[in-house]
């Protein structure tokens, strides 16, 4: 483990590095993530430990503040004075800072060791994005951001950016978004296209069925993150099998169920969400000029009521099967993430012949290594036996420990894509870093002061007790212009 640590430690912070940030340096690194790593393989109350810890200077703890502060926008509170930071002292504030809705602030004293100062508030927004239950949320101010993920599981952010993780002594520097992949895209490409065909004609000209399709093939693979994303949550593990035409000899189904709410609901989701975007538009186009007429108004509100209200059903949906899944057996969906039923086992198939790293296999074909697949357990086993019998079929299995693997069949082979990417996050650091840049560059052009909301009206409890001003005949005489 202190190899796998030491890696871990250079790749963070030379990511941290190439952000423009001469600091922590590489001791404090090591040791922030040593403690989070250990305060993960201790229990709380027969509870396994999840926190998040934020390194960032009680004196300047944000570096790259925004250019308008909102109301929602995560903030630093210190505590009355500082606390050394250990393992044991790390796992009762986690309690009581939950990783979902804040962090742990932490710096390190002259000696190097570190001191927790503080919590950050609003995390709940980002986290929101992160696993994709929302688009909107702020990122995490701070330089660097550890959190634990589960037993002998971290990951390393700044802000939204991935610096990397540990997942059972192995350091993991990328995941693959096979959710997303080309091979899983001309998979569902026959049962998407009928649809994207009718959203194209619901929509208008300016949705083709192409670009239809694309966003039908984003919003599934969001669906199926978000069920393995609580499934990893759970700790459960659990096990997805989709496909159109399952072979009943090797299944066997203990609960049928015709459930096709989420499938029909993240359709839908799609249309909505596009209405909502165009009825915006229409809106804005007038704006800009004068007053838009009041059935655009009137439109835009609906489009918004329609578009929470499939979110919210989509949300319900994915708990459902979620839930479902986290039984003993695997979940039996087609391809537009109807549930048929749960509870299913899968019988002994044919023996399975050679297996390929799904990202390798994509570049250099039956020339890829073979996968050593002695190295799993039965649920991986069993579904790879139905996948080669079934080519049509997409096996996905969640396990316990929290790895997340996709099956898959190219021709007459099996491909294996491993470190599954989740999470919404971003992984491209140079670009990170260019963003980063023209944020700093824009910022200094403006005046110093903060800008605060976007109405006249007072945005702070200290602004709104010392205002002498009528903000109600203002707002009258804007109305009336």
């Given at each position: 483990?202190?190899?796998?640590?030491?890696?871990?430690?250079?790749?963070?912070?030379?990511?941290?590095?190439?952000?423009?940030?001469?600091?922590?340096?590489?001791?404090?690194?090591?040791?922030?993530?040593?403690?989070?790593?250990?305060?993960?393989?201790?229990?709380?109350?027969?509870?396994?430990?999840?926190?998040?810890?934020?390194?960032?200077?009680?004196?300047?703890?944000?570096?790259?503040?925004?250019?308008?502060?909102?109301?929602?926008?995560?903030?630093?509170?210190?505590?009355?004075?500082?606390?050394?930071?250990?393992?044991?002292?790390?796992?009762?504030?986690?309690?009581?800072?939950?990783?979902?809705?804040?962090?742990?602030a932490v710096h390190a004293s002259r000696r190097s060791?570190?001191?927790?100062?503080?919590?950050?508030?609003?995390?709940?927004?980002?986290?929101?994005?992160?696993?994709?239950?929302?688009?909107?949320?702020?990122?995490?101010?701070?330089?660097?951001?550890?959190?634990?993920?589960?037993?002998?599981?971290?990951?390393?952010?700044?802000?939204?950016?991935?610096?990397?993780?540990?997942?059972?002594?192995?350091?993991?520097?990328?995941?693959?978004?096979?959710?997303?992949?080309?091979?899983?895209?001309?998979?569902?490409?026959?049962?998407?296209?009928?649809?994207?065909?009718?959203?194209?004609?619901?929509?208008?000209?300016?949705?083709?069925?192409?670009?239809?399709?694309?966003?039908?093939?984003?919003?599934?693979?969001?669906?199926?993150?978000?069920?393995?994303?609580?499934?990893?949550?759970?700790?459960?593990?659990?096990?997805?099998?989709?496909?159109?035409?399952?072979?009943?000899?090797?299944?066997?189904?203990?609960?049928?169920?015709?459930?096709?709410?989420?499938?029909?609901?993240?359709?839908?989701?799609?249309?909505?969400?596009?209405?909502?975007?165009?009825?915006?538009?229409?809106?804005?186009?007038?704006?800009?000029?004068?007053?838009?007429?009041?059935?655009?108004?009137?439109?835009?509100?609906?489009?918004?009521?329609?578009?929470?209200?499939?979110?919210?059903?989509?949300?319900?949906?994915?708990?459902?099967?979620?839930?479902?899944?986290?039984?003993?057996?695997?979940?039996?969906?087609?391809?537009?993430?109807?549930?048929?039923?749960?509870?299913?086992?899968?019988?002994?198939?044919?023996?399975?012949?050679?297996?390929?790293?799904?990202?390798?296999?994509?570049?250099?074909?039956?020339?890829?290594?073979?996968?050593?697949?002695?190295?799993?357990?039965?649920?991986?086993?069993?579904?790879?036996?139905?996948?080669?019998?079934?080519?049509?079929?997409?096996?996905?299995?969640?396990?316990?420990?929290?790895?997340?693997?996709?099956i898959l069949s190219a021709g007459k082979n099996l491909?294996?894509?491993?470190?599954?990417?989740?999470?919404?996050?971003?992984?491209?650091?140079?670009?990170?870093?260019?963003?980063?840049?023209?944020?700093?560059?824009?910022?200094?052009?403006?005046?110093?002061?903060?800008?605060?909301?976007?109405?006249?009206?007072?945005?702070?409890?200290?602004?709104?007790?010392?205002?002498?001003?009528?903000?109600?005949?203002?707002?009258?005489?804007?109305?009336?212009?």
């Amino acid at each position: 483990m202190p190899s796998s640590f030491e890696q871990f430690t250079t790749i963070v912070i030379s990511k941290i590095h190439a952000l423009g940030y001469l600091s922590p340096s590489k001791s404090i690194v090591k040791a922030l993530l040593n403690t989070a790593y250990l305060a993960t393989l201790k229990t709380e109350e027969g509870r396994f430990v999840r926190g998040s810890l934020t390194f960032a200077d009680p004196i300047i703890p944000e570096h790259d503040p925004p250019l308008r502060r909102r109301a929602n926008y995560p903030s630093f509170t210190p505590f009355g004075r500082a606390i050394p930071l250990t393992v044991e002292r790390l796992v009762k504030l986690s309690r009581a800072i939950d990783s979902w809705c804040g962090s742990i602030a932490v710096h390190a004293s002259r000696r190097s060791s570190l001191l927790a100062w503080g919590m950050i508030d609003q995390a709940v927004q980002h986290n929101v994005s992160l696993n994709r239950e929302g688009t909107k949320g702020f990122r995490v101010p701070g330089i660097l951001s550890v959190v634990m993920d589960g037993v002998g599981a971290i990951s390393a952010y700044h802000g939204s950016l991935l610096l990397g993780g540990i997942r059972q002594e192995q350091v993991v520097t990328r995941e693959y978004d096979a959710l997303n992949s080309a091979e899983l895209g001309n998979r569902l490409h026959s049962t998407f296209r009928p649809i994207a065909v009718k959203l194209s004609r619901v929509l208008g000209e300016s949705t083709t069925p192409e670009k239809a399709e694309k966003l039908l093939q984003k919003e599934w693979s969001r669906t199926v993150a978000r069920i393995c994303i609580g499934l990893r949550r759970a700790g459960t593990g659990g096990a997805l099998l989709i496909t159109p035409n399952p072979d009943q000899d090797l299944l066997n189904s203990s609960h049928q169920l015709p459930y096709s709410r989420l499938g029909h609901a993240m359709i839908l989701n799609v249309l909505d969400a596009q209405h909502r975007r165009f009825a915006r538009q229409a809106t804005f186009r007038y704006a800009q000029a004068k007053m838009a007429p009041v059935d655009l108004v009137r439109e835009e509100h609906l489009a918004d009521a329609d578009a929470e209200d499939r979110e919210d059903e989509l949300a319900g949906a994915v708990r459902i099967v979620t839930s479902l899944a986290s039984m003993d057996g695997l979940v039996l969906l087609t391809p537009l993430l109807e549930v048929n039923a749960f509870g299913t086992k899968i019988r002994s198939g044919p023996q399975v012949n050679r297996v390929y790293l799904g990202p390798e296999f994509a570049r250099r074909g039956t020339k890829a290594k073979p996968v050593d697949i002695s190295r799993f357990g039965t649920r991986h086993g069993s579904m790879l036996q139905y996948c080669q019998a079934d080519r049509k079929a997409i096996g996905i299995v969640v396990s316990q420990d929290g790895h997340v693997r996709l099956i898959l069949s190219a021709g007459k082979n099996l491909t294996l894509w491993e470190n599954v990417q989740l999470l919404d996050y971003e992984s491209d650091v140079r670009g990170y870093a260019r963003m980063l840049d023209n944020l700093r560059h824009r910022r200094s052009k403006l005046p110093p002061e903060k800008s605060l909301g976007y109405t006249d009206m007072p945005k702070t409890f200290s602004i709104l007790m010392n205002s002498q001003r009528s903000y109600a005949k203002l707002r009258r005489r804007q109305i009336s212009r």
